[in-house]
């Protein structure tokens, strides 16, 4: 039976982490497993303390300093045992049907490299505040979690650049495409994205990653 690994990132998100995790556990599925990885990046509220009721449940791994998105990324990855891997962040969640229906796009789709989905921008409560259409290339590596890939694809291109504090998943999505790695969308809605005001603080920070991973890569 195939197996999909997801990876939540966690740092500092006491308020929301549990939300992530039963997203995770709660995913439909009849003819795959699941493994559900949590890297804490050196967290200082009550995070560990909540991801202490999962301990059965999840595999935590805690970094006694804040690494950065790039190297809790590759942690993960690099613990996985998965045929498949997706990254999820920790203040957002999942659709109950995510991972089985992007695992059935790639399952019939034998040349593609990762699924993906449109997404749902939700307040606080998780209530939907608007719809976002990862409709060309461009939207999808501004928005790069909820991707599921082929574990032995992310193998190929070097794995994720533990290098890297934000924009990691774009410079997977932007390395793969340089291999001619292609994707495949599905229009449902299977991710939910909570914008916030730390997240809308590091949209400069990003913009100068991504214009120097584009001048990197020639993108």
């Given at each position: 039976m195939e197996k999909i690994s997801l990876a939540i990132l966690n740092f500092n998100q006491a308020s929301r982490i549990d939300r992530a995790i039963r997203s995770c556990q709660n995913q439909f599925r009849t003819?795959?497993?699941?493994?559900?990885?949590?890297?804490?990046?050196?967290?200082?509220?009550?995070?560990?303390?909540?991801?202490?009721?999962?301990?059965h449940e999840i595999t935590l791994l805690s970094n006694p300093i804040n690494l950065g998105v790039g190297a809790c990324s590759r942690i993960?990855?690099?613990?996985?045992?998965?045929?498949y891997f997706m990254r999820v962040d920790a203040d957002d969640f999942l659709s109950p049907i995510s991972c089985s229906t992007l695992l059935l796009a790639l399952s019939t789709n034998l040349d593609l490299s990762f699924a993906y989905a449109d997404h749902y921008r939700v307040n606080e409560k998780g209530f939907k505040q608007e719809l976002?259409?990862?409709?060309?290339?461009?939207?999808?590596?501004r928005h790069g979690a909820g991707v599921l890939y082929r574990s032995r694809d992310i193998e190929?291109?070097?794995?994720?650049?533990?290098s890297l504090r934000n924009c990691e998943d774009m410079d997977l999505l932007f390395r793969l495409q340089k291999e001619g790695k292609q994707g495949i969308r599905d229009p449902l809605p299977l991710y939910r994205y909570y914008q916030h005001d730390s997240n809308i603080s590091r949209s400069e920070e990003q913009k100068e990653s991504e214009r120097k991973l584009r001048n990197k890569y020639g993108i």
């Open positions: 003819s795959f497993e699941l493994e559900i990885i949590v890297v804490d990046d050196g967290s200082t509220d009550d995070s560990l303390s909540i991801l202490a009721e999962f301990e993960a990855f690099e613990s996985h045992s998965g045929t976002i259409n990862l409709d060309d290339f461009d939207k999808l590596v190929l291109v070097g794995g994720f650049d533990e």
